[in-house]
């Protein structure tokens, strides 16, 4: 596609529910990246693919946080028994790791409001 | 660890006035330094960016140099508009490999006209 495209791009959670988020990014982007931006701060990683291996996790706040990308290509963020503090932006990103200094190429995010 | 420091906002000014953002980091080895924005409902987008000292990243009347001596790549334009009105995002992405973004926290810039 054009660009990164994440859906939903609202979703409204009660707390203790499974969320899904979905991600498609760049076709041909290698790379993926999940960011969670609380209100008010900066995006911070949550997760690094490579194709469809997921080589960081260490930014996933909880063991209720999982990721795949099973193809190498659209991934999924799931988020189980949401908390409150879950409540943020989720964005994603991909980039081509085949150019030097290359550029991240982000969504338009998805809000998640957990009530 | 790397980190970005960015100056708190929000930030008002009047159109066409001179707009300075700061930002400075911590980082190992020489990372590259990028400028983000966020329009209104909108994704962030790349502004602007340097990857080496001494280069200067410029994009729609923004400038910010790498300062190596400084640890800074503050942002800067000459004459802000009505539709500047975003939040800038600092960042930076460490040297080594495919690594992901830094971002410090975000600087919200209001012009008013």
């Known amino acids: 596609g054009a660009g990164v495209s994440q859906s939903p791009r609202y979703k409204v959670a009660k707390r203790g529910q499974d969320v899904a988020l979905r991600c498609d990014p760049i076709s041909g982007h290698v790379s993926l990246f999940w960011y969670q931006q609380a209100l008010g701060q900066g995006p911070e990683f949550l997760t690094y693919?490579?194709?469809?291996?997921?080589?960081?996790k260490s930014g996933l706040p909880s063991d209720r946080f999982f990721a795949e990308r099973p193809e190498g290509s659209v991934s999924t963020l799931k988020i189980q028994r949401t908390q409150q503090e879950d409540s943020a932006v989720y964005l994603c990103?991909?980039?081509?790791?085949?150019?030097?200094?290359?550029?991240?190429?982000f969504g338009q995010g998805t809000r998640l409001t957990v009530v | 660890g790397n980190s970005v420091t960015q100056m708190e906002g929000p930030v008002t000014l009047s159109e066409e006035a001179f707009l300075t953002i700061n930002c400075t980091y911590t980082a190992t080895g020489y990372p590259s330094l990028f400028w983000y924005v966020q329009y209104p409902g909108e994704g962030l987008q790349l502004l602007l960016k340097?990857?080496?000292?001494?280069d200067k990243g410029s994009n729609k009347g923004f400038e910010a140099t790498y300062r190596k001596e400084t640890t800074s790549f503050h942002l800067e334009k000459g004459s802000v508009q009505v539709s500047d009105s975003a939040v800038y995002f600092c960042?930076?992405?460490?040297?080594?490999?495919?690594?992901?973004?830094?971002f410090g926290k975000g600087t919200r810039l209001s012009v008013i006209a």
């Open positions: 990103a991909s980039s081509d790791p085949g150019q030097l200094n290359t550029e991240a190429f």
């Open positions: 693919f490579q194709n469809e291996a997921q080589l960081d």
């Open positions: 340097a990857t080496k000292a001494d």
């Open positions: 960042a930076l992405k460490p040297i080594s490999g495919n690594t992901p973004l830094v």
